[in-house]
C-alpha cells in the first residue's frame, strides 16, 4: 500500500478532534448550567418577593447551614471537592443577595 | 359555621408552606448543578491528561474568549445577567486551573 493512503495528520490550524470532541461536551454542560442558573434565580426572585409580603427576614442561617450540610454530602458522592461545593453555593448566595439589594433600588 | 373549622395559622415553629415549596424547588436545582459540575470537573481533568499528554498549551485565550461570548448570549436568552455568566465562567475556570496545578503535584 502506497503511503499516502495513510491519514495524515491534522494540520496545526485545524483543530485536534479529541480536544474538540471533549470542548463540545464542556459547552453542552455550560448550556445546561446557565439554564439551570436562571430557573434557580427566577425561584429565588419570586422567594423574595413572598418573603417581602408575607413579612418574613430575608436572610435565614440555619436553612443555609443545612444547604451547605446538604451540598457537601451530595459533592462527596459525586466525588466532587465538598469546599468546593460549599464555595459554590456562597458564590450564588451571593449573587441572590445582590439581586435582592438591586430590587429594592440599591 | 364555627370560627373554629376554619384553617389555623400554621404555628410559628411550623415552616410556611409556601417557603417550604420553594425551597423543595431550589434544593432539586442545586442537586441537579452539584451533579452537572462533577462531571464538568471530570470531563477538565480528562482534557488536562490529554493536553499533557500530546504536549498542547494548557491555556487556550481564543477558547476561553469564544466560551465567555457564547455564555453571555446564552444568558441573554435565558433572562440571566450576562456579567453573571462572564463571572461565574471564570469562578469554574479558577477551580479548573487549581485542580490542574493540583494534580501537577502543586
Known sequence: MPQDTQPSPAPASQ???VLASFRKSIDNID???IHILAERFRITQAVGEYKARATLPPADPDREARQIARLR???EEADLDPEF???FL???IDEVIRHHEKARGG
Open 15 to 17: 483543530p485536534d478532534p
Open 31 to 33: 448550556a445546561a448550567l
Open 73 to 75: 454530602k451530595l459533592s
Open 85 to 87: 461545593s460549599e464555595k
Open 90 to 92: 456562597r458564590f450564588i
